[in-house]
């Protein structure tokens, strides 16, 4: 009887896992602190950048309307969607024996794909304000109100939250017993349905037919719509059409940008490929990035306003 027990004990001691090794990228101290240094700089860029973004939205009253409350939510994402993992992967660069607790792993999916999808409807929902904007300018203040922005921003963040319990109550519950190794920086599904002890084979397809659908139907979506706003940009070609194509580059140039790696990982057949593990980083640091950078920055109505904030803020800082 008490074999029998201490045997199941056993047993249910080694079917849990209660916390995986991470590999890193590399393992040669000149790439480590390259790596340290560039994730480092990016890191605070996009959080500096998107800050800025929301602030200057927010405080602004001029740029209070559909395209730039549009914009301020996607630096919220982009901020939340960096977060995830870099800070993560910038305190464990240096270290020789990279943890992650099995809740930790756990988080660090749910999060990622939460607001991920969540960023993927929303460009989707940034494509449609451009075509509104670009096909239909009449309607513009009608369409795209401000409840029917509110509308858009609910809907994507509940997408997000059950693209990602899907997996994820798929997840939880599986075995874990032997190798718990992750070759990678940070947790992520493919990689970690390898390492439970039981088939996964179902639950891979799971994955794939989940995120790579929504990573690959978003995108063609995205694609078709700003090729069709590109045709009638054209058509009606004028004066206009030159700064409505640089902006629809802009957005061209970010989808592609932030789907491409997604879209290699989730639907790539070769698991043993170490390409993906590099592509992590750009999802991860030069995305989120992106967003002041391309979006923002060029846009001369954002510049103002922006040195218009600065200007009151040195103000105030003078007659206090
Ligand atoms: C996000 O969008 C909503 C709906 O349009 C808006 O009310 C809110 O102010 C936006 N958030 C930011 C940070 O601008």
Redesign the pocket.
Same mark, same amino acid.
């Given at each position: 009887m008490l074999i029998l027990v201490s045997e199941a004990m056993g047993r249910l001691n080694h079917s849990v896992v209660s916390e995986f090794v991470l590999l890193g990228l590399t393992d040669s101290w000149e790439t480590q602190s390259l790596l340290f240094i560039f994730s480092l700089l990016f890191y605070f860029a996009s959080m500096t950048g998107n800050l800025v973004i #929301?602030l200057t #939205?927010?405080l602004d009253a001029h740029l209070h309307s /559909?395209m730039? =409350? %549009? %914009?301020?939510?996607l /630096? #919220?994402i982009d901020m939340g969607f960096c977060s995830i993992t870099a800070p993560k992967m910038i305190c464990d660069i240096f270290k020789k024996h990279k943890t992650i607790s099995f809740r930790g792993c756990m988080t660090q999916i749910f999060f990622s794909h939460a607001v991920g999808g969540t960023e993927m409807v929303w460009l989707m929902a940034m494509a449609f304000d451009r075509y509104v904007a670009i096909c239909k300018p009449l309607h513009y203040l009608t369409i795209m109100s401000?409840r029917v922005? &509110?509308c =858009? &921003?609910v809907t994507s963040w509940i997408i997000g939250l059950i693209h990602s319990l899907v997996q994820l109550a798929f997840v939880v519950n599986l075995p874990f017993c032997g190798p718990n190794v992750f070759d990678s920086f940070y947790c992520d599904l493919p990689r970690l349905l390898r390492l439970a002890c039981t088939n996964t084979q179902e639950l891979e397809f799971m994955v794939t037919v989940n995120s790579g659908l929504i990573s690959v139907g978003s995108f063609v979506l995205l694609v078709i719509s700003y090729i069709f706003i590109l045709l009638t940009v054209q058509k009606h070609s004028s004066g206009g059409s030159s700064k409505a194509l640089s902006a629809l580059s802009a957005h061209v140039t970010v989808v592609i940008l932030f789907f491409g790696p997604l879209m290699f990982f989730y639907t790539w057949p070769f698991p043993t490929s170490h390409l993906d593990k590099y592509l992590a980083i750009f999802d991860a640091f030069v995305t989120p990035f992106l967003n002041p950078v391309i979006y923002t920055f060029r846009n001369k109505d954002m510049k103002v306003a922006m040195r218009r904030l600065c200007s009151h803020l040195v103000f105030y800082r003078k007659i206090s």
């Amino acid at each position: 009887m008490l074999i029998l027990v201490s045997e199941a004990m056993g047993r249910l001691n080694h079917s849990v896992v209660s916390e995986f090794v991470l590999l890193g990228l590399t393992d040669s101290w000149e790439t480590q602190s390259l790596l340290f240094i560039f994730s480092l700089l990016f890191y605070f860029a996009s959080m500096t950048g998107n800050l800025v973004i #929301v602030l200057t #939205v927010t405080l602004d009253a001029h740029l209070h309307s /559909s395209m730039y =409350f %549009l %914009l301020a939510n996607l /630096s #919220v994402i982009d901020m939340g969607f960096c977060s995830i993992t870099a800070p993560k992967m910038i305190c464990d660069i240096f270290k020789k024996h990279k943890t992650i607790s099995f809740r930790g792993c756990m988080t660090q999916i749910f999060f990622s794909h939460a607001v991920g999808g969540t960023e993927m409807v929303w460009l989707m929902a940034m494509a449609f304000d451009r075509y509104v904007a670009i096909c239909k300018p009449l309607h513009y203040l009608t369409i795209m109100s401000p409840r029917v922005c &509110l509308c =858009f &921003l609910v809907t994507s963040w509940i997408i997000g939250l059950i693209h990602s319990l899907v997996q994820l109550a798929f997840v939880v519950n599986l075995p874990f017993c032997g190798p718990n190794v992750f070759d990678s920086f940070y947790c992520d599904l493919p990689r970690l349905l390898r390492l439970a002890c039981t088939n996964t084979q179902e639950l891979e397809f799971m994955v794939t037919v989940n995120s790579g659908l929504i990573s690959v139907g978003s995108f063609v979506l995205l694609v078709i719509s700003y090729i069709f706003i590109l045709l009638t940009v054209q058509k009606h070609s004028s004066g206009g059409s030159s700064k409505a194509l640089s902006a629809l580059s802009a957005h061209v140039t970010v989808v592609i940008l932030f789907f491409g790696p997604l879209m290699f990982f989730y639907t790539w057949p070769f698991p043993t490929s170490h390409l993906d593990k590099y592509l992590a980083i750009f999802d991860a640091f030069v995305t989120p990035f992106l967003n002041p950078v391309i979006y923002t920055f060029r846009n001369k109505d954002m510049k103002v306003a922006m040195r218009r904030l600065c200007s009151h803020l040195v103000f105030y800082r003078k007659i206090s």
